[in-house]
């Protein structure tokens, strides 16, 4: 099966940038676009032009106060003290000149890929750019000024109405677009993460589960650190599966942080390439299952730029197309092209040798408390399941 | 933290003359374990405990024959005298008079009156916002020296990178009382130029290996 399927891209996507040595770094989509055309899987005509996000489509999750201060701290309008009010200016997010400008272009592209397909002119639409997830309605934070998932699911109950199913395997905590529609039943977020005992934002525990009408539609499963492929897949595909036949929403979003790598600097999960095949395969199959193929997928964290996130996020694009996974050596003229800007040396395959870390000697440990976590996780829609069958 | 910031001010109290009925009304209603027993004057004179109530309470066995037993007053079965706290007492102290005590809560009073409550629930939520892990926050642990002045040393490092610090806690270390081990919650995403500059300054950073684990 093939699909037809929508890659939202700007070159301007790297005008959202703090300063040179920050950790997030928009260079990433570039890498990750040239690579998947050097691979021949992205012609031009699945090329969606993003546009920005207006002021009124951002105030669906922020407030006007924060977004006219982004504004202004763009143009270099708001004193320190007043832009840490706001999360602005911190080590984080520090500002920088046309913020908004460039953030909301971000948002915008959410938008875009949603329209593309809950209009109906694609199945499935990618844009890397997006994923923002630690943004809060009057608070800029975790390298997120606006929370374009929260924006996007907003605006989706606001013009279509769809129940929404929001997954997350961003190694840190979905915590912006949790909060977001903490209390919303339409609204149901489920997000797979290292554990908050030490890794930003901290929360993300699995008794998380929404308030008021919108209790059982938040689903947190914190795994722990250096957990591995296996564990990491076998949490992520039961979480996916019961929670989806739970729900049943008419739209999926994914948000694709690339940061569950074992190279990430910034965690200390240690997946390999296997999982991000994989995240996306299980995603691309759930929403022809159960929303007629209704998925958007955004991008997140990832933050080893070179040798990471380019192939971890190619694979969504082939396998949403209904290819492959991409397999072999990577594209010759792709490694050429950028050995020489990059820092470390550039992997040579898709996948990771075997041997690539170092054996994690409390593998079984781990395995049997994220099994343990899972279930506690899980437990509301067991109990509903066992109480319906009686 | 004072007593007064966390204490509930809306008390459900009885008098020694209330029925041990009424008061096991009040416990099931309200979701609650014990009651202070006020005088007139509302002066704290004794307190119960739902253990109290369902001990003076006919078992569920021989309820038909025995309903006279809820007639009985509170003054009868009330625990006297009765421990309480100030609203100016630190929340903290309140913490080990639950310990030392192995109780749950304790009347709050002012000029011996009775002016809130405290249960081992409010304790509870209060350490939790004191470890301060219910804001976003990235967690690092610092084994220092166990000496004088070793806390502002290593708060300039943090404070260089500008990161703010939401919560501090320290604790012994247990292999060498030499050294203890500060927590940090520190609101950034990226603690790595924290985490360098630490070790630069000669900190060991215990995060967040875990033991028998090599980084």
């Known amino acids: 099966m093939t699909c037809n399927t929508g890659f939202v891209y700007a070159d301007s996507v790297t005008s959202y940038r703090f300063k040179d040595d920050h ?41 006007r106060k924060y977004i006219d201060a982004v504004k202004r701290a763009g143009k270099g309008l708001v004193p320190g003290d007043e832009g840490l009010e706001y999360g602005i ?52 934070s975790g390298f997120c000024i606006y929370n374009d998932g929260a924006v996007g699911i907003k605006y989706i109950r606001k013009n279509y109405n769809y129940r929404v199913l929001y997954v997350d395997t961003d190694a840190h905590h ?63 595909e039961s979480a996916f599966k019961e929670v989806v036949e739970y729900f049943k929403p008419d739209v999926i979003i994914t948000q694709n942080g690339a940061d569950a790598h074992f190279l990430d600097p910034l965690t200390h999960l240690c997946g390999t390439m296997n999982i991000f095949e994989r995240i996306p395969a299980l995603a691309h199959e759930l929403a022809h299952k159960y929303c007629q193929g209704k998925w958007i997928a955004l991008g997140g964290g990832g933050y080893d730029i070179w040798r990471v996130v380019p192939r971890a996020w190619s694979q969504i694009w082939s396998i949403m197309q209904g290819l492959e996974p991409f397999k072999g050596k990577l594209p010759d003229q792709w490694l050429k092209k950028w050995q020489e800007s990059s820092p470390v040396v550039l992997p040579e395959h898709w996948h990771d040798p075997a041997d690539s870390y170092k054996p994690i000697p409390r593998k079984q440990e781990i395995t049997e408390k994220n099994d343990k976590i899972l279930e506690k996780s899980l437990q509301l829609i067991h109990n509903q399941k066992k109480y319906n069958s009686l | 933290m004072l007593v007064e910031e966390i204490m509930k001010k809306d008390v459900i109290s009885l008098t020694p003359d209330d029925t041990i009925e009424t008061a096991l009304k009040l416990l099931n209603q309200h979701h609650i374990r014990h009651i202070p027993i006020v005088d007139e004057t509302m002066v704290v004179i004794g307190i119960v405990s739902d253990r109290d109530v369902r001990d003076a309470s006919p078992s569920v066995f021989e309820k038909k024959n025995n309903m006279g037993t809820l007639k009985n007053k509170l003054g009868a079965i009330m625990t006297q005298p009765v421990i309480t706290v100030h609203p100016l007492d630190f929340a903290e102290e309140t913490a080990s008079i639950f310990y030392e005590h192995e109780i749950a809560c304790v009347p709050v009073t002012r000029n011996d009156k009775l002016v809130g409550i405290i249960t081992e629930k409010d304790m509870l ?71 360098e500059d630490l070790k630069t300054e000669g900190y060991e950073v215990l995060w967040p290996q875990m033991p028998g684990m090599q980084p």
């Not at chain 1, 008021?212 to 076998?234: H, M, R, W």
């Not at chain 2, 806390?151 to 260089?160: A, C, M, N, S």
């Open chain 1, 23 to 63: 950790p997030f770094n928009q260079m990433r989509v570039v890498l990750t676009k040239e690579l998947l055309e050097a691979s021949g899987a992205l012609e031009s005509t699945s090329i969606i032009n993003p546009r920005s996000a207006t002021d009124d489509e951002l105030s669906l999750a922020h407030s």
């Open chain 1, 89 to 140: 200016g911190t080590e984080d997010t520090p500002v920088f000149k046309d913020m908004h400008e460039a953030a909301a272009l971000l948002v915008g592209s959410t938008l875009t890929a949603i329209d593309a397909v809950l209009e109906g002119k694609v199945e499935h639409a990618l844009n890397l750019g997006g994923g923002l997830h630690h943004g809060f309605e009057r608070k800029a």
């Open chain 1, 174 to 236: 979905g915590d912006g677009v949790q909060w977001a529609f903490y209390n919303d039943p339409n609204v149901c977020t489920l997000s797979i993460h290292e554990t908050g005992r030490y890794l930003f934002p901290g929360t993300g525990n699995v008794n998380e589960r929404g308030l008021k009408e919108g209790y059982g539609y938040s689903f947190n499963v914190p795994i722990d650190a250096f957990t591995e492929d296996e564990s990491f897949l076998q949490v992520y």
């Open chain 2, 125 to 195: 939520y209060t350490l939790i916002q004191l470890t301060g892990t219910n804001v976003q926050s990235s967690q690092i642990e610092v084994k220092v020296l166990n000496k004088p002045g070793i806390l502002p040393q290593v708060t300039q490092v943090l404070g260089k990178r500008k990161v703010n610090i939401s919560s501090v806690l320290i604790y012994p270390y247990k292999p060498d009382s030499s050294y203890k081990i500060i927590v940090f919650r520190i609101q950034t995403m990226n603690p790595l130029p924290t985490i």
